[in-house]
């Protein structure tokens, strides 16, 4: 494997900040994708969030048993969305 200071030195950038930029480019595209998954589930239901679909399921707009799996999908998918925008400013502070 080659080394982060090797990889700098042939690109001409200091390796804390090409550790910096490789960091924040790993957690935008990661949250990209989450937020892409996110995406298809919210419009299969056509709701805003998490918080919209729980009061459709509530109310009986969403059938439980159909959306029970899409649900926690998008539970754990918000929480992942969370963890990376919170990366994403500690890294930029």
């Known amino acids: 494997m080659v080394s982060v200071q090797t990889l700098a030195k042939e690109l001409n950038i ?3 900040q090409l550790m910096l930029e490789s960091i924040n480019l790993y957690l935008r595209n990661n949250l990209y994708k989450v937020e892409s998954e996110m995406y298809i589930i919210l419009q299969k239901f ?3 969030d998490i918080y919209d679909f729980e009061k459709k399921v509530k109310s009986g707009v969403i059938n439980e048993s159909q959306g029970f799996d899409d649900f926690f999908k998008l539970d754990s998918l918000t929480a992942q969305k969370d963890k990376f ?3 994403l400013a500690l890294l930029n502070d």
């Open 46 to 48: 056509n709701v805003d």
């Open 85 to 87: 925008k919170s990366l």
């Open 14 to 16: 200091n390796a804390d």
